[in-house]
């Protein structure tokens, strides 16, 4: 393939050493092909950077780094380049870092290496734990500002979150589920990606607590640590089904949304409410199919505008937007899908 890039510069978009780095672009044995692809993308996306490059105003490079399954960071790319090309106040320019599944001390080297490198800023969606928050504080230090995406750090000196209000959304899953069963006694299946995430631990405790409060009556039963993938998170919901014959409804705050459908069916189970969030591909598939009876929806294109204002806001201190907000949670059905998203 040929390119006009430094095998380090694709070794530090693709997350692999130089070396085998080096022995995918000379097709030497020994290379997984799941790494050549790796490899392949990273040149890809170097070519849509250097695209980017050619606008004459001045460039602001930003970082977007996220661990979140294929189907959502497609979503969030297309919502950064999109709101790039319209955004007045400045050029930006994004160039993203994304892995289905990344170790914390992985995600840290990896922030670690933009530090290094230099950026404008950075965008992060990661798991709350310490290696995260440590990368995060040296960022910070290094006066590189950093705005959380969808999930917060909120014990961390990030400059900014960029996001929904997450346990106003699990409260608004808990009504919508809620008042569909009320009065049965009956179980919800509440699926998470994974307990590291802030965001998706809020959206939790938001639905437990209105749940608890307002219906009293609905069990809830938790599977996590499915990462939003299809095969461990169908095997969890499976499991799940087979323990709890009475789940009736399932409220999706981490995804794999097919492999649970596909486990109820399997099941010969009835879901007789599903609600789940982020108005992806898949997940509009669904709903227009009648698969799922609500979306949580908050409009992305928001939060990469909320992310560039906040860099700016660190750049031109006296440009700055005012206190940053909330992403608005909107629910939707197959009847008021967002015309830009219908396209």
Request: positive net charge; charged residues 25%; hydrophobic residues 45%.
């Amino acid at each position: 393939m040929t390119h006009p890039f430094l095998v380090k510069d694709i070794a530090f978009q693709a997350g692999l050493s130089t070396a085998t780095v080096d022995r995918v672009l000379n097709g030497r044995p020994g290379v997984r092909r799941q790494t050549a692809a790796r490899v392949h993308a990273a040149i890809i996306e170097l070519e849509r950077q250097a695209a980017a490059q050619d606008s004459p105003a001045r460039l602001h490079g930003i970082d977007v780094v996220m661990e979140a399954p294929d189907r959502f960071t497609s979503a969030v790319r297309r919502a950064f380049e999109s709101e790039a090309a319209t955004f007045a106040a400045a050029v930006f320019r994004a160039r993203f870092h994304f892995a289905e599944l990344i170790r914390p001390a992985d995600m840290a080297q990896m922030l670690d290496r933009i530090r290094l490198r230099g950026t404008d800023g950075v965008a992060l969606k990661a798991a709350d734990v310490p290696e995260v928050a440590g990368a995060v504080a040296r960022l910070e230090a290094a006066g590189i500002p950093v705005v959380t995406l969808v999930t917060d750090l909120p014990n961390t000196p990030r400059t900014a979150y960029a996001g929904a209000d997450n346990r106003a959304a699990g409260e608004t899953a808990a009504y919508l589920i809620g008042e569909r069963l009320k009065g049965e006694r009956l179980h919800i299946l509440v699926t998470l990606s994974s307990n590291r995430f802030r965001g998706e631990e809020e959206r939790e405790i938001g639905f437990r607590r209105l749940m608890r409060e307002r219906y009293p009556e609905l069990g809830i039963v938790e599977v996590s640590e499915g990462f939003g993938r299809d095969t461990a998170t169908g095997a969890l919901v499976a499991a799940a089904l087979a323990s709890h014959p009475d789940i009736a409804g399932v409220y999706s705050i981490g995804g794999g949304n097919r492999a649970v459908l596909s486990a109820f069916e399997a099941a010969a189970r009835l879901c007789r409410i599903y609600v789940a969030h982020d108005l992806d591909a898949e997940n509009l598939d669904l709903l227009r199919a009648g698969k799922l009876s609500f979306v949580l929806h908050h409009d992305l294109r928001t939060d990469a505008r909320r992310v560039f204002e906040a860099v700016l806001a660190r750049k031109r201190p006296r440009q700055a937007g005012g206190p940053a907000r909330l992403s608005a949670v909107e629910v939707v059905t197959p009847f008021n899908i967002p015309a830009d998203l219908i396209r």
